[in-house]
Structures are given as C-alpha cells and as structure tokens.
C-alpha cells in the first residue's frame, strides 16, 4: 500500500501544481488531482529542527525523556521537580515521539502546533495559526540552542565563507539552493547585525569553538540567520 501511494502521480505532484480546467471543476481537491500543503506536526518541527542542527539522537525505544523548560513553562507544572532532565544530554534530543507527554501538561512546542488533548479521543489533529507557535519557534531557548547549533554546523562544514553559509544553510534545512534575492538578502542581514554588534544576553553556554573564532557579533548574526530559517514557511510547511 505505500509502495502504491508513494509512486502515484498525486503523491508526487507539489501542491503548487495549477491546473485551470481542474481548478474549475474541483477547487478544494476534493478528487486529489495535486498534493494538498499541509504543516509538519509538532513532534516533526522537534525533529527537523534538530536533524538541521546536527545534534538529533536516534536511540530507540526505552523510558521517554523531558528536554530542559524554561522557568516560564516550568510554572506551568503543579511541581516542577516532577520534571526532571536526563543526565545525559544528548537523551533531550531524541525524537519528539520519546518526549513526555501528560495528561494534564503536553510539551510546550507540542501544544503550540496543536498536539490533541490526551484525554479525548482524536481521529484527526487541528491546524492552526496561531501567534504563540512563531513565539516559540522564535524565542525559546531551545529554538536559539539550535540555531547556535545549526551556525556551528555551517562553519564547520563551510569555514569562514558568508557566501557559502548560505548556499551550505539552504541545502541542509530548504533542500535546494538560495535564490539570488535570497542570497543577497541573507548576507546584508548578516552584515547589518554583525555591524550592530552582538546584543546583551544572560550569560549561558559559551560558545562553540567554531563560533567563537568568529567573534560575538558575527556568531550572533550568522546564529540569527540559522534561527529566521526556522521560522520560515518553507521549513514547517510540506508543498
């Protein structure tokens, strides 16, 4: 049966596909004459994010794990020591299928891409858009973790090359290459927010050895850069 979904004409066809006669006779697809976009679930951005960073762990099977809170989503819980990280760190970047999930506290990124409520039968999960996914995905610690992650990658694999960054960013998390605009737009970001200098952030994790060499203010904004790629719609959403 997936051998046969997998090689249909459908299956293969983007969502951007646009036939006129098709789109005259049968506007909403109803007779699945194109692929319908659709967004990744939750527990798929968990894992993209991670993929593209470089640091997802793909142990299977064994107990679930609770990737580090901050202390806003931690005062979500009636006691938040009940929440506790594994010791060792790579188990919190396991696929988000092993995240603890409760019946009355869903993992905050889970809950923002409308994860169904546990408690209650699903046969088919909402699709939202909604403010605080793009506030998440945006400002939370792991999201920047990953992003720090993500431009550590770059360099590594690219060396101290802007241009190449960018070629090397949109081939790992887009699969294809940047157009023109793009490029240029990615490297005056850079420039710009480099020039800016790095901004004022509670002190944490050092940085990367790669990063490090680049300075503050070029790690900050290549990090920037790796963390709007996140956010962008090509990244979450399947055409």
Known sequence: MHRLI???NTYQMTSRFV???????????????????????GEAIWDS?????????????GRPVMPPLSKVELGALRNAKEWTTPADPREANRRGIYVTVRRNFSFPLFDRFDMPVNAESCPRRDVTTVAPQVLWTLNNQISFAEAQLFATRLVKEAGDNPSAWTDKAWSIALARPPSAQEKQEALAMMAKLAALGPTKRDAGEPLPEELAKLGPARAEAL???CLAIFNLDEFIYVD
Not at 49 to 61: L, R, T
């Open 49 to 61: 994010m991670h993929s593209v960073a470089g640091d997802i762990y793909f142990k299977m099977g």
């Open 6 to 8: 997998m090689l249909s």
């Open 19 to 41: 036939d006129s006669a098709n789109s005259r006779i049968d506007p909403d697809n109803a007779y699945v004459w194109r692929m319908n976009r659709y967004r990744l679930e």
């Open 223 to 225: 990090t920037k850069l």
